[in-house]
């Protein structure tokens, strides 16, 4: 990932945001949440405003409420994703946000069980 630097102010504070640590967002209220493995960064804005502002490959809204970091996908299905940091925790996948995630990740397509080589 680019090194782009990130902040936010924190009790007067601008506090560091490192991205290539940050495994997902959620909503909370009239705050963002970014999750890291050890930290937890409480950003007053919106998730749009957040989304808007990562950078565009390595970031993708899941459901109105999560956006994730690829780089931390672990398992995708018809309505969960599942992250190689959080391995006990599944997080929702809106039927709206599925196509655009699929975009964004290679799939290596198999041969049918039928054909032979």
């Known amino acids: 990932m ?6 936010y102010r924190k009790d007067g504070i601008l ?3 490192n991205l290539d640590e940050i495994i997902l967002l959620e909503t909370a209220g009239n705050y963002v949440k970014f999750y890291s493995l050890e930290h937890v960064h409480m950003v007053r804005t919106s998730l749009d405003a957040a989304l808007s502002q990562l950078p565009k490959n ?3 809204q899941i459901h109105r409420s999560f956006v994730i970091s690829i780089d931390h996908i672990v398992a995708v299905g018809k309505d969960f994703v599942s992250l190689i940091s959080v391995p006990d925790k599944v997080f929702p996948l809106s039927k709206k946000f599925y196509a655009p995630l699929l975009e964004l990740i290679k799939i290596i397509e198999t041969d049918s ?3 032979t080589n």
């Open 2 to 7: 680019t090194k782009q630097r990130f902040f």
């Open 15 to 17: 506090q560091r945001i």
């Open 58 to 60: 390595h970031f993708v």
């Open 113 to 115: 069980p039928d054909s």
